[in-house]
């Protein structure tokens, strides 16, 4: 009965760890325009916004998403807002690339086509300590939005311990 019991506990423990390490889904909003929306979104280290980008570091961000059409490639583009300024945040090329970034699926993606795609995004050192909007948005190659959503985060220098 004790080691049923011990078992239990381990178990939940295993189970709050790997949650810690990339969280539960996070809230985010809809982009606008009627873009889709992603069924989930994952922040490591984060699980309730805004999410802490740290820098020196790169943010990890996973996206469930459903296929809303069939696609030969994907590119990610992020828009950052912060201090009233809208500007685009240009990835290095092989991130933007999201077809490298596919976790259970391929390029070319099929319509109706259950997708998790990673983000890793680089926090540089010589960003400033702001709160921002991120916008993150998959298209395909003629610009057509497969996932869309805005995360609340800020940049900071060390992530707050809980």
């Known amino acids: ?27 985010t909003r809809a982009c606008s325009g009627g873009r889709p929306a992603p069924t989930e979104v994952r922040v490591e280290g984060c699980t309730v916004p805004p999410c802490d980008l740290v820098r020196g570091s790169d943010a990890i961000m ?41 976790l259970n699926a391929q390029c070319p993606v099929s319509a109706n086509e259950d997708i998790t795609y990673r983000l890793s995004m680089p926090v540089l050192l010589i960003y400033p300590r702001v709160s921002l909007t991120v916008e993150i948005n998959l298209v395909d190659d003629a610009g057509q939005s497969l996932a869309c959503f805005l995360l609340d985060a800020r940049v900071v220098s060390s992530r707050a311990l809980v």
């Open 1 to 27: 009965m004790a080691i049923l019991k011990l078992s239990s506990v381990l178990s939940v423990l295993l189970l709050v760890a790997t949650t810690t390490v990339m969280g539960a889904g996070v809230a």
């Open 62 to 102: 996973d996206m469930d998403f459903t296929a809303p059409f069939a696609a030969d490639t994907l590119r990610t583009e992020v828009v950052a807002t912060a201090l009233g300024v809208t500007a685009p945040f240009e990835l290095p090329a092989d991130r933007a690339a999201a077809c490298n970034w596919l």
